[in-house]
Every structure is written in structure tokens, then in C-alpha cells.
């Protein structure tokens, strides 16, 4: 075990959590409701981490909430789930971990800080109908607004989405249509929630646990950036962290938790260790892999599973608060009807209505070129699509902005400027449209998906609400970039029952502990879920913190 000891300590708490999204901000608060002290760093100035940035959606099986709702749902139901998804990929026991403890987690929450979430009417797990475990509403919650000035001075401190409409929940869009039906959304609504900073999605998710820290006097220091563990050669006990240059000592005296995200802004390890050549992010600088630096002096073990892969563009002029390329996700639009996504032959290679299947194909590796033939790839839409659909944060109907891929009155003339095939692209259209008029995608089978025609489809296109024919010009092609999966890592940290980080023995390291998305995927393995990266930040800094103070988690000993 490591010794390096400082001279002297600059701060001090029971437990330390590095980072400030959900995963940092629930060990905090546990903590604290269990008799310690903590305090929360953050590399930042602003509070709230990746959770802000993300849909704000938590995957729980077997919830109150589902069983208010007359579903048939249970703990053992979303582990069998979640085992036949993984592939073998997963570990039971991490599955079973997760499952056991996230609803119990998640009350926990509801009813020490207030936090009130509602199911999401009508939205099915990803695998609805793929296996018996699966169901079609209850488990997919999301939280109501959060009013944001009740955060007082932390208000303009804690983070917002430039990606996610903050201003309406997934509930108001789908009751309005879903994401394709833009022109139908309640701007009023969002207009006045956004006026009065009443927070949804990520935003407010975010929001609901920095209320329940800054409400129990829970430090939130901003601007320090963990630098190494500090160990006495038997346990960690620290944390050494830099400030405005300064060297930063702040002691554990029972644990310190890495909640910092993943390496999504560090290419070479999003390359080396997620397999994705120059991917860009939708997230901020900050999350650079330090969960992996910080535990590696310690022995920590890590572990790895299949990527989660992505693609996406940035508009022209858009920039993040950093001063970086905005990058949006692409999976919102590329399953809408008079879209498709082809290679550079001019040939589609999936199912773009549900991601989980298609971005997977922009990996595949031909062996015999040693190429990957469907990188680099083209999103092509028809002038059917600009006037009924958004694309990023372009309107429907709204003027294309100029410098953002290519536009032709002809699909053969836009081939030729985006530099793709011609004559493929041509007869892909050709054998597209047809099918997609009788609602119907042989090669692919789009729209057969439940989940897929939920997020991605137009709910009042018939027959088939995520095909319809590119047939009427100008035409629009827009070059996708490899994207990380917005935090959600391939590897990570491998941890136990409480959230302890493992070192390769698969012994726990004293004192360390990792939350969220620093966290191997094992329990989830091959599969990915719309939500379980917020529950699994919130569980197992529930988890951490409860082990931290000596009363450790005895459901599993119950637990089938």
C-alpha cells in the first residue's frame, strides 16, 4: 500500500467525494445523514457534474412508483433483465447488487431530500418485447421540475444543459408527439419554466441533490482538482488537490469516494481503452479519465466491457461555454422518417431508429481491408424532413445554415459534393422509398422496435412512424463524427458490494470507494439502458457512504 503523508492537512472530513454529480453528491448526503462529516470537491466552478447534462431519466425495477401504477415489477424481474441483455458480459453479482439496492436507494432519497420523481408514462424499457422481463411503462422515471432559486448563491453555480431543453420533461414532449412533433412542443410552458428556472431533465436532477447537500451545510469546494490519493501505507486517508496553483491537502478520515465521471475528454484513453478513434464529446473538459489516474497508484483493478457507441455533428457557430465545438447526438433525428445514414459506398448498415443497434455497425471492422467500412458515415434527409422535423437546433422549416454539410436539388449531385457514392447512394434511395411508402424496412427492420418508434419516430406518421421516402429535394448530407457515449465508459473501476474500489487481488482497497460512472459497467455488461447511469450514481454513493460509517448494506444476505 502506498504511504506518502503530507506535512500537514488544510481540511478535513470523515469522507471526501471527488466530484459533484449525483454519484459525489448522494455519498455526501449520506454520509452526512449518517453522522459524518463530508465535503465535496470539484475540478469545476460549477456544481452538478455530467448528471446536469443528461436526460435526467433513472432506471429502477421494481419501484413504489411502478407498483402505483398497477405494474407487475420487481427487483428480481430487472435482474434477469438486465442478465440476458449483458451477453455474459455482466457479473451476477454486480447485477444483483444493483438491482437489490437501487429502489431502496432511491426512496431512501425521496424521502430524506425530497426528491419527487414520477414515472414516464408510456415508455418502454429499451428490450420491450424482447424478453418477458422487460416492460412497457414504470420503470423509467424522471424528476418533476426542481425550482431553481431555493438553490440561493449556488443558483448561477449550479450547472445547466446546452444539449437538453432543461425547460420541459420528457413526459410534456411525448404527450406533445415526442421529439419529432418540435412545432406542437408547449413553448409557453418551457418559455415560463425556464423564465422562472424551474428545472427539468438532467438540470433538475442535478439540482434536487446539491439542494439536499447545501441544505445540510455540506461543503461544496469548486475550483480544486484532485491531483493523487494519499495513503498511510495501510488505507487512503486523503486527498492531495491543487487550487489556484496551490497544493490542496484534505484528509478522509473514513473514506474518500471517486464519482468523476469517466475519460471521455482524454482521446487517448477513449481510444485505448473504448476503442473509438477520435471521438468528440458532449461534455465538458473536465471529465479526462481521473477516476483511473487517481486509483491507479493504488492498485485498483480495472475492468471493461463493450463500448456504448455514438455519433454526432456540430453546427456551425455553436460553441460550449469553454469555448469548444457544442456537439450534439445525432440519435434523436436519424430515425425520423426521410432520413437515413449511409457509408461512404452509399449503402445504409442498420437500423438507425434504435441506436443500441445501429451505432454498434459503425465499429465493425473489415478484416480483409483492414477498414472500418462504415466509418466515415453520412446522415442524408429530404426537404420533407426540414419542414416537418428539427435537426439539432435547427427548427423545422428554419433556413439551413450555411457551412453545415452539403445541400443538392438532385440525391446523385449531393452524393458527388459529399463524396460518397453515386451510384450506391442512388440505388439505396431507390430501394428506400418504395418500402418506406408500405411502412416497411426489409433489410433493417426499422420501426419494429417499440422503444426506438417512442424516442426517435414521428407518433402521427403512417404507416410507420420512423420511415418515409426521401423524395423531394433539396437534399441535405451532414458527416457524423464518432462520439463518446456522454460519460457512460467501456472500463472503469471495479468495485464490491459497498462500492469499495478492488484492487486485482479483488481484494477492497481500504478507503477508496467509486461511484457512477468511474465505475466498471458489470452490472449491465453488453447492454445499455436509458437511466441506469444516474441510478448506478446514486446507489452506489448511497452504498459507499453507508459502508464508510460502519453500517453497511445487509440486504444482499436476503436477496435471491
Not at 455540506?218 to 491543487?242: F, H, K, M, S, Y
Not at 463500448?307 to 454526432?312: D, L, P, Q, R, V
Not at 461555454?321 to 461512404?344: A, C, D, K, Y
Not at 452506489?540 to 459502508?547: M, N, Q, S, V
Amino acid at each position: 500500500m502506498l504511504s506518502n503523508l503530507p506535512a500537514h492537512w488544510d481540511m478535513e472530513a470523515d469522507l471526501v467525494a471527488i466530484g459533484s454529480g449525483i454519484g459525489g453528491l448522494s455519498a455526501a448526503i449520506t454520509a452526512h445523514e449518517n453522522g459524518l462529516s463530508a465535503i465535496v470537491l470539484e475540478r469545476s466552478n460549477e456544481v452538478g457534474g455530467v448528471t446536469a447534462l443528461s436526460q435526467g431519466q433513472v432506471w429502477i425495477a421494481g419501484s413504489r412508483h411502478a407498483a402505483e401504477l398497477g405494474v407487475d415489477d420487481s427487483a428480481e424481474s430487472g435482474f434477469r433483465y438486465l442478465q440476458r441483455l449483458g451477453m455474459g458480459y455482466a457479473e451476477d453479482s454486480a447485477i444483483r447488487n444493483f438491482t437489490t439496492h437501487a429502489p431502496v436507494a432511491l426512496h431512501w432519497f425521496e424521502d430524506t431530500i425530497g426528491l419527487r420523481m414520477v414515472p414516464i408514462r408510456g415508455c418502454p424499457d429499451y428490450y420491450y418485447g424482447l424478453t418477458n422481463d422487460s416492460v412497457s411503462e414504470g420503470r423509467l422515471l424522471e424528476v418533476e421540475p426542481f425550482p431553481g432559486a431555493t438553490l440561493g448563491e449556488w443558483q448561477s453555480r449550479t450547472r445547466l444543459s446546452p444539449q437538453v431543453p432543461y425547460g420541459l420533461t420528457t413526459q410534456d414532449i411525448a404527450d406533445k408527439g415526442g421529439l419529432a412533433a418540435m412545432t406542437k412542443w408547449d413553448f409557453e410552458l418551457m418559455g415560463r419554466r425556464m423564465m422562472n428556472d424551474e428545472r427539468c431533465a438532467g438540470s433538475g436532477l442535478a439540482a434536487y441533490f446539491v439542494k439536499g447537500a447545501i441544505d445540510r451545510g455540506i461543503p461544496l469546494e469548486t475550483g480544486v482538482n484532485a491531483q493523487e490519493l494519499i495513503a498511510d501505507g495501510e488505507r487512503v486517508v486523503g486527498v492531495r488537490c491543487t487550487r489556484d496553483g496551490a497544493d490542496l491537502f484534505v484528509k478522509a478520515n473514513k473514506g474518500v469516494v471517486i464519482a468523476v465521471s469517466s475519460y471521455e475528454r482524454e482521446q487517448k484513453l477513449e481510444k485505448h481503452l473504448g476503442n473509438q478513434l477520435d471521438a468528440i464529446s458532449m461534455l465538458f473538459t473536465a471529465v479526462d479519465g481521473a477516476n483511473i489516474r487517481l486509483a491507479g497508484p493504488l492498485g485498483a483493478r480495472v475492468s471493461r466491457v463493450p463500448e456504448i457507441s455514438m455519433a454526432g455533428f456540430n453546427q456551425p457557430g455553436e460553441e460550449t461555454e469553454e469555448g469548444q465545438p457544442l456537439w450534439r447526438s445525432s440519435m434523436p433525428f436519424i430515425g425520423l422518417p426521410h432520413t437515413i445514414v449511409v457509408n461512404r459506398r452509399g449503402k445504409r448498415f442498420g437500423n438507425e431508429s434504435f441506436y443500441r443497434s445501429f451505432f454498434y455497425q459503425l465499429d465493425v471492422i473489415d478484416g480483409t481491408t483492414q477498414t472500418h467500412p462504415n466509418f466515415p458515415c453520412w446522415v442524408i434527409l429530404d426537404s420533407q424532413a426540414r419542414a416537418k422535423y428539427g435537426f439539432g437546433s435547427i427548427a423545422p422549416g428554419q433556413d439551413w445554415p450555411e457551412g453545415f454539410g452539403v445541400v443538392a436539388d438532385t440525391i446523385e449531385e449531393l452524393a458527388r459534393k459529399a463524396g460518397i457514392d453515386a451510384e450506391g447512394l442512388v440505388e439505396t434511395v431507390a430501394r428506400f422509398n418504395p418500402n418506406a411508402e408500405a411502412g416497411k424496412d426489409p433489410d433493417f427492420g426499422r420501426g419494429e422496435q417499440p422503444w426506438g418508434a417512442w424516442m426517435t419516430g414521428d407518433k402521427e406518421h403512417q404507416p410507420n412512424p420512423n420511415l418515409g421516402p426521401l423524395s423531394k429535394g433539396p437534399f441535405f448530407a451532414v458527416q457524423l463524427r464518432r462520439m463518446g457515449a456522454t460519460g457512460i465508459p467501456a472500463a472503469g473501476l471495479q468495485i464490491d458490494r459497498n462500492a469499495n474500489v478492488v484492487g486485482w487481488d479483488e481484494k477492497p482497497i481500504p478507503g477508496l470507494y467509486a461511484a457512477g460512472n468511474s465505475v466498471a459497467r458489470l452490472e449491465t455488461g453488453a447492454v445499455m439502458q436509458s437511466g441506469v447511469s444516474n441510478a448506478r450514481g446514486m446507489t452506489y454513493g448511497w452504498l459507499a457512504a453507508l459502508h464508510a460509517a460502519g453500517q453497511p448494506s445487509t440486504l444482499l444476505d436476503s436477496a435471491r
